[in-house]
Every structure is written in structure tokens, then in C-alpha cells.
């Protein structure tokens, strides 16, 4: 299984980017991972910052090439075992997981994915979505290898 974490930008602290980095170290025994950190536009206009971070992504991970799940407020709500079952489903696939900008995420983006995922009906910090994205995925995993680290 291959599993990309792609996010705009830079961690906005060394807490966060050790969180994440402890949770690819774990995934990494279990999938081929790669964290990716793609330019965040610095556009002052939303709508071309948001196509500008859309063409990067594209250009990086070009449509149908993977089983994209993009991170979105009105995305779909699931808990760890359903979103395991999900995932496991599509294992043979190259799973990319996209966290928005500042921006948010483009239109054409979220139109395009496999799965439009929302975490929490609350709103969190591109940082703090980087970890419990990174903890969710690695869960994830570990209900699919039957490991008691998820329990049920």
C-alpha cells in the first residue's frame, strides 16, 4: 500500500512536525509512505491562490493516477472502522490524502476526488489536522492488521 500526506505549506511548529514525523515512522512499517509538502500560494487573491495550489497539486498528482481523499469542512463524516473498511478496499491503490491551504481547497479539486473527508464538524488548524490526520491513518492501518492499538 502506498499512502501520500500531502499538505500546502510548512508545519507551524516543531510539536506538530514531530507528531507527524512519530506517526510516519509508525505507518512506515506498515505501508509505503511519504509525507509532501507543496507550495502554498501567496496570492492575495483567494481565487487564483486556490487554482494556483490546484495546478501544483495536479501536476504532482495527476488525476487517475490515485484514489484521491481530500480533507474538506463538508466532507463526510466517518469513524476510525468505517473509514478503515474504506481505505482497506482500496489498499492496491495509491491513497493521497490532500490537507487545503489557508485558502481552503479549489473547487476542481474537491470535485475530483474519490473521497471528500471532513475529520470533525469542528474546524481545526492545518496543523493540527497534519496530526490527527497522520494518528487516523496510521489507526487506520492497524484496525486493517487486526492490532489492538484501535480498541473496539
Not at 479539486?109 to 489536522?129: C, I, M, R, V
Request: charged letters at 30%; aromatic letters at 8%; hydrophobic letters at 40%.
Amino acid at each position: 500500500m502506498k499512502i501520500s500526506l500531502v499538505s500546502f505549506g510548512k508545519p507551524g511548529s516543531a510539536f506538530v512536525s514531530d507528531e507527524v514525523s512519530r506517526y510516519l515512522k509508525r505507518l512506515r512499517r506498515a505501508a509505503r509512505v511519504e509525507e509532501v509538502e507543496l507550495k502554498e500560494s501567496r496570492r492575495e487573491d483567494k481565487r487564483s491562490g486556490l487554482s494556483e495550489e490546484a495546478l501544483a497539486f495536479e501536476k504532482r498528482f495527476p488525476a487517475g493516477t490515485s484514489t484521491r481523499i481530500i480533507l474538506s469542512e463538508e466532507g463526510k463524516l466517518m469513524d476510525t472502522l468505517r473509514l478503515s473498511k474504506w481505505l482497506e478496499a482500496r489498499a492496491s491503490s495509491h491513497l493521497v490524502f490532500l490537507i487545503g491551504s489557508a485558502y481552503g481547497i479549489d473547487d476542481s479539486l474537491k470535485s475530483s476526488a474519490d473521497l471528500l473527508l471532513s475529520l470533525s464538524p469542528l474546524t481545526f488548524t492545518h496543523d493540527h489536522a497534519r496530526v490527527i490526520l497522520a494518528e487516523q491513518v496510521y489507526r487506520c492501518l492497524m484496525v486493517m492488521a487486526g492490532h489492538p492499538y484501535h480498541h473496539q
